[in-house]
């Protein structure tokens, strides 16, 4: 039995007990996804979009409200009413809202619960398979060959992705262009059309273009190296120690939503997640790991996240675009 299986037989009891707080008379659902559409975000909002219309008896509509780094569809959110007709499916940029937007009209903290650390997948480094980098060290040679000449592509300043490049450049001493995008969507679409020299993104939105031929992926930022890439080293691995970075994509409702509402998300989106479809895609085709976390520990990850990369917005004084 799988950890996923485990997390899901354990569900299916919540599910259960739970009140019919989502079904509100079949009104539809919305989850609002903070990001244009195109990205990973968008893209496992709408993989599980219609197992969670099956088990929750409502249909289940994704709202793509883009950007200022994701804070426009957050903030609309965390003020939307808390009865279970709102959720937010966000990615691990979330972390750093309160770092890099110190006026945000709304708290994350104070203004979201969560519900749902859905999964990860490690930052990877592609190029159009035209350009010269096959290694992390042909990007640190060429930075240092023509400083701020070798350009980047990110989902923006602030990102996950762009503080881990951020991190790189400090560690080898280089200086690198870097072009903020709305979504990873957008900055595969310049990487695959040579506008930039390479784009740092997350392995679910990056590997479907790798396994198309239209891309190549030549360095890893993960704990370990991927099954799909089992012949490239880690960026650690390759000499730059205390460089991990894997993206993730969670779950939250407006402040105050039911315990029995969040009980019955939760374990409507692990059987969702569980189906062989959805599995499939998001392991094989994404290269992604599910997670499938119950509420709290989803709370105690993103304290986490929310403190290390918060730390290095502020050493690098980042702001949003």
């Known amino acids: 039995m799988t950890k996923l299986t485990r997390r899901l037989a354990l569900g299916a009891a919540a599910a259960t007990l739970a009140a019919p707080a989502l079904r509100a008379q079949g009104a539809p659902i919305r989850i609002i996804v903070p990001f244009a559409p195109g990205g990973s975000t968008d893209a496992v909002a709408r993989l599980v979009a219609p197992g969670l219309t099956q088990r929750l008896g409502a249909p289940v509509v994704v709202e793509n409200r883009g950007g200022a780094a994701g804070s426009i569809g957050t903030d609309a959110a965390a003020k939307a009413r808390p009865d279970g007709l709102t959720w937010l499916l966000t990615f691990d940029s979330h972390a750093t809202l309160k770092a890099l937007l110190p006026q945000l009209p709304f708290d994350p903290d104070r203004d979201l619960d969560p519900v749902m650390l859905i999964g990860g997948a490690p930052y990877v480094l592609a190029c159009k398979p035209d350009k010269p980098f096959r290694a992390i060290a042909d990007v640190v040679n060429a930075a240092k060959a023509r400083p701020e000449a070798v350009s980047f592509a990110s989902t923006g300043n602030g990102t996950i992705g762009h503080l881990t490049m951020t991190l790189l450049q400090g560690k080898a001493g280089i200086r690198m262009a870097h072009l903020p995008y709305r979504?990873?969507?957008?900055?595969?679409?310049?990487?695959?059309?040579?506008?930039?020299?390479?784009?740092?993104?997350?392995?679910?939105?990056?590997?479907?273009?790798?396994?198309?031929?239209?891309?190549?992926i030549?360095?890893?930022?993960?704990?370990?190296?991927?099954?799909?890439?089992?012949?490239?080293?880690?960026?650690?691995?390759?000499g730059i120690d205390g460089l991990e970075a894997e993206a993730w994509w969670g779950v939250l409702?407006?402040?105050?939503?039911?315990?029995?509402?969040?009980?019955?998300?939760?374990?409507?989106?692990?059987?969702?997640?569980?189906?062989?479809?959805?599995?499939t895609t998001m392991q094989d085709v994404q290269q992604a790991r599910l997670i499938a976390s119950t509420p709290a520990e989803f709370g105690a990850f993103l304290t986490r996240e929310v403190a290390k990369w918060g730390e290095v917005v502020r050493a690098n004084n980042i702001r949003a675009d």
Do not use: K, W
């Open 183 to 216: 979504s990873g969507g957008l900055a595969v679409n310049d990487t695959v059309a040579g506008h930039t020299d390479m784009m740092i993104g997350s392995a679910a939105v990056v590997n479907p273009h790798a396994r198309g031929g239209t891309l190549r």
């Open 218 to 238: 030549f360095a890893q930022f993960g704990p370990e190296r991927l099954p799909a890439l089992s012949d490239l080293p880690t960026v650690g691995q390759a």
């Open 253 to 279: 409702a407006p402040h105050g939503t039911p315990a029995e509402a969040v009980a019955r998300m939760n374990a409507a989106l692990r059987e969702s997640l569980n189906e062989d479809r959805v599995r």
